[in-house]
């Protein structure tokens, strides 16, 4: 049916719907508003009965329908079936606007299916809205993120991959009535890739960064792993995770998984601890949207500080452990 927003539902490895999905729900009831009240509905492909798990969530998300796809082959994810049976929905269904979260599960899905129905695809947008004409306009940066482009799709259905951490849920339930529609698509494809076992990686236990509420996060001035150790601890105090700029990676001082910024995650955290980190506008934009902001630098003209709530220019190796010692030993 057209004038209708469709959007994807990543159930993850560890069975829950993934955080952007939730995200971009609240903007999908933004773009129905626009579009005179499209439908909005989800997309869930999973296995063992979960969608029924997920109802309550959907209601309270406003979605008026839920296509599921349930199957044992679809137990662990699989670029060519689920795109095999996403792209028999959309044919089907036909939306005029399909949203996928730019997760790692969403960036590989996303282009296959786009280039499989022949439509366009602006991969990692940090805006979205809709235009005079009733277009979706899709923003992103580019340029090394020096320009901001927005971009329409001249096919349909106007299809689009959008940064986690860059819209917030919905501050209030919108409940509706949801209907879950089961659907068999075709799936006639053999993979080229078979999962042999799946290795869960220390630092992805360690560290959600997508839905973390506090983040510590290190630059160069964190020095070496020793300065990295002293962001773990805090982090863990705090029931936070470690976070790190793109100049803290290249020195090898963290994973790229962990990297924030324009190359990196976006992410909006209750609390952002920026430690030894310039502030360059290719971090900044990554973090800016967190609710609260502490910057420890050395430097006191030091980017950061621009957008940070609470500045202390000080040496992280001297006030991180200080930090430490009164948030387990309060006065
Ligand atoms: C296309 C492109 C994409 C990019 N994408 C990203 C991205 O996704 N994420 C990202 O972060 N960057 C990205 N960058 C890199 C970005 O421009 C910066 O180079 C990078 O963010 C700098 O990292 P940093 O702040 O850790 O290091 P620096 O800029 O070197 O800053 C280190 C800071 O630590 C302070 N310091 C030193 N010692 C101490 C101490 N003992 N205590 C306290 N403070 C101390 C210094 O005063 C300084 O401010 C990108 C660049 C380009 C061109």
């Known amino acids: 049916m057209a ?5 994807y539902a990543e159930v993850t490895k560890s069975g829950y719907i993934h955080p952007v999905f939730f995200a971009l729900a609240a903007k999908a009831q933004e773009l129905s508003a626009k579009l005179g009240g499209a439908e909005v509905s989800a997309l869930i492909i999973t296995s063992g009965g979960k969608t029924e798990l997920f109802k309550e969530g959907f209601e309270k998300c406003g979605f008026d329908k839920v296509y599921a796809v349930e199957g044992e082959k679809f137990e662990n994810y699989n670029t060519e079936i689920f795109a095999a049976a996403a792209i028999d929905i959309i044919k089907e269904v036909q939306p005029e606007i399909f949203l ?12 296959r299916i786009s280039s499989s129905i022949h439509t366009g695809l602006t991969a990692d947008c940090i805006e979205l809205d809709i235009n005079e ?3 979706l306009a899709a923003t992103r940066p580019t340029f090394g993120g020096k320009l901001m482009a927005t971009i329409l799709c001249k096919n ?3 299809m689009a991959t959008v940064r986690p951490g860059v819209f917030k849920p919905l501050e209030e339930d919108v409940v509706k009535n949801t209907q879950i529609i089961y659907k068999t698509p075709s799936v006639d494809v053999s993979p080229k890739v078979e999962l042999l076992e799946f290795i869960k990686g220390v630092s992805e236990e360690l560290n959600d960064i997508d839905s973390a509420e506090i ?19 805090l982090a863990k105090t705090l029931g936070g995770v470690v976070g790190a700029s793109r100049g803290a990676v290249d020195m090898g001082l963290a994973e790229h998984n962990i990297q924030i910024g324009q190359t990196g995650k976006t992410v909006s955290p209750k609390l952002y601890i920026a430690c030894g980190i310039s502030g360059a506008i290719q971090h900044i934009v990554g973090m800016e949207a967190s609710k ?3 910057a420890i630098n050395l430097d006191s003209e030091a980017p ?15 006030v991180i452990p200080q930090l430490i010692e009164k948030l387990k030993n309060p006065a």
């Open 133 to 135: 004409k009733g277009q």
């Open 215 to 233: 983040i510590v996060a290190g630059g160069k001035g964190m020095k070496n792993a020793e300065g990295f150790k002293l962001l773990a601890e």
């Open 100 to 111: 996928i979260g730019a997760t790692t599960q969403g960036r590989d899905l996303a282009p």
């Open 304 to 318: 950061i500080f621009d957008v940070a709530d609470i500045g202390y220019v000080g040496d992280a190796f001297e």
């Open 156 to 158: 349909k259905p106007q």
């Open 3 to 7: 004038n209708e927003i469709l959007i």
């Open 292 to 294: 609260r902001i502490i």
